[in-house]
């Protein structure tokens, strides 16, 4: 299985601030990794799929880059309603598997 | 607006089987792959499966052997069977459709979930 370790798995930043949250694959998979978000007691919301395409509809200060064994995502501006635990996921080979989480709190 | 939910009984025996349903509204099941996917208590997410709605499954080894996903496309629903239960598979259980882009699967709906405890 494809191991997906995420860091940090948590931190704590302001209002405005410019948040990364960095993924990374046991084995280089390409662009296959979606971004999701998961708010308390709801069900993931997809963010990113492909590493790097933002669903429609979604703020555009969410973006996701990289591929092979390092992505990256990045909130330019976090905003309070961005509190959320953050999942990246691989979609590269069977069975897909998501990282740990990184649980984002605001100031 | 495509939306999933799950139903099934909300507490299983060690050693049955748990048996959930998820039902599609709003689209068509056909033409795409559904997933279930469950989270423990606190836990990180875990893919159990996928079935198209032509009836071709893939699933996790590591359930394998106790997993078995059908669909039906006249009810356009979709089932989950875990045989065997354990304290271990206590978790919310999410269904997910799971969109193909260029061979990039992502899940882009996914129903509320249910939580299911495995206790005596």
Known sequence: DIQMTQSPSSLSASVGDRVTITCRASQSIS?????YQQKPGKAPKLLIHAASSLQS???SRFSGSGSGTDFTLTISSLQPEDSATYYCQQSYSTPWTFGQGTKVEIK | QVQLQESGPGLVKPSETL???????GGSISSYYWSWIRQPPGKQLEWIGYIYYSGDTNYNPSLKSRVSISVDTSKNQFSLKLSSVTAADTAVYYCARTRDYSTKYYFDYWGQGTLVTVSS
Do not use: A, H, I
């Open chain 1, 31 to 35: 662009s296959y990794l979606n971004w």
């Open chain 1, 57 to 59: 509809g979604d703020p």
């Open chain 2, 19 to 25: 048996s959930l349903t998820c039902t599609v509204s």
